[in-house]
């Protein structure tokens, strides 16, 4: 995990500091240009394959790096943090619990447990712009491709840490953390203003990764998860833009 977020850090700055020192003054209306953009986008997201019996609705927060060139292609990288409360698989518990259906903290009383979803994806990205005519040559239909890393688990929460039973380490013993290989597809449209005021991009997203249990041993199935798993999350990401022009003077706005 740490060397990937390292990679794509890297592959940021790298960028960041290559377009910065190479793109000229542009006139967005009027023709097409060479600009890079950061963006922030949201997503809400169903699971599908073996993601499904885990998971249900989720959200996708985060942010992208894209380089757009003259010919409208687009080159980036992406960090979305995957969060939900929908947890299927929500019997991994069981053999912790009381007759009825709790679990007795170190203070005699029933502890407060919850579990979560959470998870990332990162990716590099490639795509093009197919311009409509309006309102400029730099807007349009958004189609991108991409390959990365998809992790999700089941996030374990303890109020006020009262259950000895689950310490940080035999929590992973049931956490279900999950990693592995990930396409990513997106078919949408991207705005980028006359006056560079309005800036966006919207549409459907298509995610599916190869991915397989890392923990050693399950602590609840009293075994070891081998299974190889195809999980998959669609739906709706939309995304605010701050695109990053030249003027004449080599005086930087967005």
Known sequence: MKKTVLFII????FSVISVVNSFAQVNVKDSMVTAPMFTFSYGVQLPAGDMKDRFGVSSSAGADFMVKNKKNWIFGADFHYVFGTDVKENTILDGMKTPQGE?????????????FERGYT???????????????????????????????????????????QLTKETKKGYDRLTNGFMLDHFLGYMLLGNKRLLNFYGGFEFTHAFTQNRRDYNWDTMQRDTKKRYDVLYGIR?????????????????
């Open 122 to 164: 990162t990716c590099l990205k490639v795509g093009k712009i197919f311009p409509l005519g309006k309102p400029n040559k730099n807007s349009g239909i958004l189609f991108t491709t991409g390959a990365g890393f998809m992790q999700h688990k089941i996030r374990i929460d303890v109020a006020n840490n009262t259950a000895p």
């Open 238 to 254: 939309l995304g605010f833009i701050i695109p990053f022009y030249k003027r004449a003077g080599k005086t930087y706005y967005y």
């Open 10 to 13: 890297s592959f940021l700055i």
């Open 103 to 115: 679990i007795i903290g170190q203070d005699g009383q029933f502890a407060d447990i919850a579990i």
